[in-house]
């Protein structure tokens, strides 16, 4: 089984930068992470998001085709970015310098899901200092008169950082993430000291987004203490935030402070009852949250039918929470009932298998197997071949071990 999967935000790989980060920074990839505007009453940070200088026209709508490079990667379609990057290329069909780096950022990102982070790092070599002033906007201004900044996309600052950790070089990686936690809040003193408060409000969710990654690496190697404090900072930033103050029940579990997660999980469920989320949380999502975090509680007392109870009362109001389904068949694989339990596994992946299709949760179903049917091997092969057709480009089938 697999134990890191009772809460996703306790996983590694859903924090410390791989399944669903790497997805949604495909979203934020854009050609000018730093870029200010000349003659404009504020500048702006230049990202798919941002607003330009009508007469210059949006970054993102100058560069080729960017809007089907986000369609591909949304999809997991990470070969196809790869086959589109290598298509115009050849076609020569990227005339400026933040159209190149665009390319060379969606083709390290598809690289590092496909786990050819080493292929990842040779193409980030090539580019030496990101800080050289070939990388600014100034540095042509008969391209980009009215710009200036640097047109590195802060997604390939972060893959920089990302992949030595994908390579077996953790400490590299913590290393690169904390010198890119200090250069994201450089950058956040230098737009506060010139009161461009839209620059500072994407600053800000970028520091949040390295600080999460840093402590999904943490708390995947059981450093409970560093993990706690970099909570408590993040906490500092928004304590109203519900899923953060769960973590940090999760973190006090993990202590083994049991009591302490309890008060913690009880602080989330007060604030669900007084409406305080920041509407970070729609009403369905809080309510599992607060559901999730009792059956946890239940589920370290080996109470599973308590938390089989728990677990069911969230897949009624959203049977696509793909935590409150696997941790329903764990209880009830604690309960010695394998049949009901790899019941709800196939059920969620023949149901909802863009979201069920997660490779902690076929792990599971492939042990249930293992444990439940002398003929197990056959079983995960037609599971094997299923997958193949539907899963995105990245998922891992070795994870079946046929």
């Known amino acids: 089984m697999d134990p890191d999967f009772k809460e996703p935000d306790l996983a590694p790989s859903e924090t410390a930068g791989s399944g669903s980060d790497e997805t949604a920074m495909a979203e934020s990839i854009g050609a000018g992470a730093e870029a200010t505007t000349s003659g404009s009453d504020a500048s702006v940070v230049m990202a798919v998001s941002d607003t330009p200088p009508d007469r210059s026209g949006p970054l993102d709508e100058l560069t080729h085709d960017l809007d089907s490079l986000h369609e591909l990667a949304t999809r997991g379609s990470w070969q196809a970015i790869l086959d589109k990057v290598a298509r115009a290329r050849a076609s020569s069909l990227l005339s400026k310098p933040h159209e190149h780096l665009t390319y060379l950022t969606f083709q390290v990102l598809a690289l590092t899901k496909l786990r050819r982070s080493a292929d990842a790092a040779q193409e980030l070599d090539s580019l030496h200092d990101f800080d050289g002033s070939h990388y600014r906007y100034e540095s042509y201004p008969e391209i980009y008169p009215d710009r200036a900044g640097s047109m590195v996309p802060f997604s390939l600052r972060w893959l920089y950082a990302l992949i030595p950790t994908k ?38 969710r970028r520091e949040v987004f390295v600080m999460s990654c840093l402590l999904g690496l943490h708390l995947g190697h059981k450093e409970f203490g560093v993990s706690m404090e970099l909570i408590k900072e993040l906490l500092n930033r928004n304590p109203l935030d519900p899923v953060l103050i769960s973590k940090l029940g999760y973190v006090q579990m993990q202590f083994g402070d049991i009591e302490g997660a309890k008060c913690t999980f009880d602080r989330v469920e007060k604030m669900m009852n007084e409406g305080k989320n920041n509407d970070l949380l729609n009403e369905i999502e809080f309510k599992n949250l607060v559901g999730r975090n009792k059956a946890l509680i239940y589920l370290v007392g080996k109470d599973y039918v308590s938390a089989v109870r728990e677990y069911e009362e969230c897949m009624e109001q959203d049977n696509s929470d793909v935590v409150a389904i696997n941790n329903k068949a764990l209880c009830l694989m604690y309960l010695r009932d394998l049949s009901d339990a790899i019941k709800v596994l196939e059920n969620a992946l023949e149901r909802v298998p863009t979201v069920a299709l997660n490779e902690s949760l076929v792990v599971n179903l492939c042990s249930m197997y293992e444990l439940a049917y002398v003929n197990h091997t056959d079983i995960k092969r037609t599971l094997n071949n299923w997958i193949a057709r539907v899963a995105p480009d990245d998922f891992d089938s070795s994870c079946t071990r046929v």
């Open 167 to 204: 390579l077996d070089n953790r400490q590299e990686g913590l290393d690169r993430l904390y010198i890119l936690l200090d250069f994201v809040r450089e950058r956040i003193r230098e737009k506060e000291s010139k009161n461009l408060d839209a620059s500072v409000d994407v600053w800000k």
